[in-house]
């Protein structure tokens, strides 16, 4: 992996001369110096229609959300389980 970070402006440039002006993938990826692993991915991800891929990344940060607030109820549970187990056998 490279490590450069490109703008989704520029991702969406390379998708529009593939998609829209038929230039095939190999060619523009040699020509603008990248993988064609990355312009097939990023051809995956913007020839959707702006309101799916929206959609789309708006449900990703949503699960994110819920398997952070899912890891943190799950760890104050496991707390309660183990308080729970330490005074009761204080109690006996």
Do not use: C
């Amino acid at each position: 992996m490279s490590g450069i970070r490109y703008t989704e402006e520029f991702k969406r440039d390379a998708v529009a001369q593939v998609t829209e002006r038929g230039y095939s993938v190999n060619a523009v990826a040699r020509r603008l110096g990248i993988s064609t692993k990355s312009l097939y991915d990023w051809k995956a991800r913007y020839h959707e229609p702006e309101p799916e891929r929206l959609q789309a990344a708006s449900d990703a940060a949503e699960i994110r959300r819920l398997k952070a607030e899912l890891a943190r109820v799950t760890e104050e549970r496991d707390i309660l389980k183990k308080a729970t187990a330490y005074f009761a056998k204080d109690a006996t």
